[in-house]
């Protein structure tokens, strides 16, 4: 023994996750390489414009991509292959140890069916637990997210209930299950900004309450810094950088993420233009052999186009990107603090 302790087993990983779809027959890749890690108890946010294979990224956790699609590379759950498990183990995954916050909650709930139905299948179904004792769970656990009258909710049906409510009912969904990992789909995204704010501090005081690890899907870089612990972006499939929330701002390398934050408004700026990012994103299947932000990088340099760079340790982080010092140190010409964009 050398003394040295062994590093522990990442609840989930993405060892190079490759997605193809059919698309009027040929595959089209979809999400080009995932490499990530979400440790117990810790919430990572993927961050990405739409198209860039965020979504489709979750979904693989649960097997639950569309028909035809193929899948290289690996997913594991607590160091066991997802892609190798048989239907016993994939529904023991399901109903015990990861759940799942969708984007659309009037799509992923039966209209025909009261809430209370819709909370306590899986606990009747799955556990075999008493119809009574599953109803006294879902009641607690919408009085928990926010929900009044919560023993006549139950007896509803979605239709009678706002956007804001069906989202509670979600997460109530994720949590009844007690599982270990969520993972929450941009969750926020059809609510408005009051509502939003209500949704992700039930979700995030629920996690933190019950140790949960988090995967959080989402386009904005402020909310994903807020509530999780480390941030991942993601660009036309890849994700190009993967570093701790709270380096942020002062220790991003990638071209792209500098990019963004450059392009938020910052009240504190005074009246500063924005910066727009030229050209337009690329969907994952437009990516050629190179970097697939090469096109709109001004850091770009030949190799960019033809080789594909790899994830690398960059201080805290790790960076996917030929230059990454030259991205965050500024090239000649340019703002120190993020390329001119």
């Known amino acids: 023994m050398n003394g040295m ?17 059919p698309v009027r027959g040929e595959h089209r890749t979809v999400v080009h390489r995932v490499d990530l890690t979400v440790p117990t108890g810790t919430a990572v946010g993927l961050v ?29 759950f607590e160091g066991a292959s997802i892609a190798a498990m048989d239907q016993g183990a994939l529904r023991t995954l399901r109903s015990h140890e990861v759940a799942m916050v969708f984007q659309d909650p009037r799509a992923h709930i039966n209209p025909l069916r009261t809430i209370g139905d819709f909370l306590t299948e899986g606990l009747i179904t799955t556990r075999g637990e ?25 007896r509803q049906r979605p239709a009678e209930l706002s956007g804001g409510l069906l989202q509670r009912v979600m997460i109530a969904a994720a949590l009844i299950t007690e599982p270990r990992l969520l993972l929450a789909d941009e969750p926020t995204t059809a609510l408005d900004v009051t509502t939003q704010a209500e949704v992700m501090a039930i ?13 959080f899907i989402t386009h904005d870089l402020a909310l994903a810094s807020a ?28 071209p792209y993420t500098r990019a963004l934050l450059a392009s938020r408004p910052d009240p504190g700026a005074g009246a500063r233009a924005l910066r727009a990012i030229d050209g ?26 033809t080789e594909l760079p790899l994830p690398e340790p960059t201080g805290d982080g790790r960076t996917a990107c030929h230059f990454p010092r030259l991205a965050h140190d500024g090239a000649p010409g340019t703002d120190r603090r993020v390329p001119h964009v």
């Open 130 to 154: 008493r119809r009574v004792v599953a109803a006294a769970k879902a009641t607690d656990l919408l009085r928990e997210v926010g929900i009044a009258d919560a023993t006549r909710r139950l």
């Open 48 to 76: 990405g414009e739409s198209g860039s294979g965020k979504s489709l990224t979750a979904r693989s956790v649960l097997r639950l991509l569309p028909p035809g699609a193929r899948v290289s590379g690996d997913v594991r």
């Open 280 to 305: 337009r994103p690329l969907s994952a299947f437009e990516a050629g052999p190179g970097c697939a932000f090469a096109p709109r990088c001004p850091a770009a340099q030949d190799v960019c186009s």
């Open 203 to 215: 979700i995030d005081e629920a996690r933190v309450q019950r140790g949960l690890a988090m995967l």
């Open 227 to 254: 509530v999780c612990d480390s941030i991942a972006v993601m660009y036309a499939g890849s994700v190009v950088e993967q570093l701790p929330a709270s380096r942020l701002h002062e220790g991003s390398c990638h």
């Open 5 to 21: 302790e062994t590093p522990a087993t990442p609840l989930l990983e993405f060892d190079g996750l490759h997605v193809t779809l």
